[in-house]
């Protein structure tokens, strides 16, 4: 069923906002290339940036614990004990989890790393049993090929942990961030042709 016909003001509202975009393409193509200089210098830079968003995740976390305490405090009378002493105990973690992270945060980007590492390891192991299972189905190469990359950046991350959690973390945000703005770069081109 065509959803234009259903909805007459849909189809009017893409194209409005397809033409506001095409009218401004050209802040997306300086975000876009924002994003990849600000991604490539983030490459020469991954120590920096993998404590920098360390110690942004622990304040993130003591923040959320001080409003967390703070909501159970004010709405002690609608909690009953277990739920309260529940939500007290989970704010607390928050905050001292937050403050661990804050004051070490080598540590604490060893211990990320080490975890990204293991969800990498298990992704791999799913998708290459995922590709075997699927194996003469057409492109079940591409998942086998996945579920190596995977495997293969896990056990790279390991063999050289702890050293690894100082410049992983950074390593990916960056190479996000050159992928992002490489997305809106392309994105600002194609809306500039029409």
């Known amino acids: 069923m065509n959803t234009t016909t259903e909805h007459p003001d ?13 009218q401004h393409w050209g ?4 975000m876009g290339l924002l994003f990849v200089v600000l991604g490539i210098v983030g490459l020469g830079m991954t120590v920096s ?11 993130f976390m003591l923040v959320g614990g001080v409003f ?9 009378h609608r909690m009953g004990g277990k739920e309260m002493a529940f939500s007290i105990l ?23 790393t080490a975890m990204v590492a293991g969800l990498l ?6 998708r290459t049993m995922a590709a075997f299972d699927k ?5 079940w190469g591409w998942l086998l090929i996945s579920g190596i990359s995977s495997l293969l950046l896990a056990v790279l991350i390991f063999m050289e942990w702890p ?32």
């Not at 194209?15 to 095409?22: G, P």
């Not at 967390?68 to 405090?73: D, K, P, S, V, W």
């Not at 704010?91 to 211990?111: C, E, H, R």
């Open 10 to 22: 849909a189809e009017s509202l893409l194209k409005q906002k397809l033409e506001l975009a095409r």
């Open 27 to 30: 802040w997306l193509l300086a």
């Open 49 to 59: 940036l993998t404590l920098t968003s360390i110690i942004f995740l622990g304040a």
């Open 68 to 76: 967390q305490l703070g909501y159970a405090i004010k709405d002690r």
């Open 90 to 112: 989970l704010s607390l973690l928050y905050i001292i989890a937050g403050i661990w992270v804050i004051n070490s945060p080598a540590m604490a980007s060893a211990l990320t």
């Open 121 to 126: 390891a298990a992704l791999g192991v799913i």
């Open 135 to 139: 194996r003469p189905a057409k492109g």
């Open 163 to 194: 050293v690894s959690g100082l410049w992983v973390i950074g390593m990916f945000i960056a190479i996000e961030m050159i992928f992002h703005g490489w997305a809106y770069t392309v994105i600002a081109l194609a809306l500039r042709k029409h």
